[in-house]
């Protein structure tokens, strides 16, 4: 991932600084129009996104998990998360995890096929895919702050 941050760093926009980072990543996702709450993560050191390539990342201090309860399921970002962004749509993500009853499930891609049906689709490399309500993936009070 590190080089895949490195070959697409050139002509990227990149942020620092957690306050700064964390608005350009809620801008990103209204952007794609994905649900505001999906990248839940308060201490970020950069967030890059190239443009033309479509390609983002997000680096943090710590790994984090965050409880999405909703839907009652937990989730795990690396200190580096990546992904190529489209409208609805980020593909070959990397650094994220759900956990499904007791093992750590990598996500490969999250998306909103049709948007009327207000469903959020997550896929694992494998294939295997869950649909959840978008609403479940809305900035929760402690994370707008």
């Known amino acids: 991932m590190v080089q895949t941050i490195e070959n697409n760093r050139e002509d990227a926009e990149i942020y ?38 479509g390609f983002v990342w997000l680096k943090q201090k710590n790994r984090t998990e965050h409880n999405f309860k909703k839907i009652g399921r937990l989730v795990s970002y690396a200190t580096e998360v990546s992904a190529f962004v489209e409208d609805r749509r980020m593909k070959k993500v990397t650094g994220v995890k759900s956990k ?24 694992t490399p494998a294939g295997l895919s869950r649909s959840y309500p978008v609403s479940a993936f809305e900035p929760e009070e402690d994370q707008k702050k």
């Not at 350009?24 to 129009?33: D, I, R």
């Not at 050191?45 to 443009?51: A, D, I, L, M, P």
């Not at 499904?100 to 997550?122: Q, V």
């Open 100 to 123: 499904e009853l007791l093992i750590w499930i990598t996500l490969s891609d999250m998306y909103i096929d049709d948007p009327a049906s207000g469903k959020i689709t997550f896929k």
């Open 16 to 53: 620092h600084g957690a306050e700064l980072c964390k608005k350009k990543s809620m801008e990103l996702l209204e952007q794609v129009h994905l649900p505001l709450g999906l990248l839940p993560l308060n201490e970020l050191e950069e967030v890059g996104y190239n443009h033309k390539t």
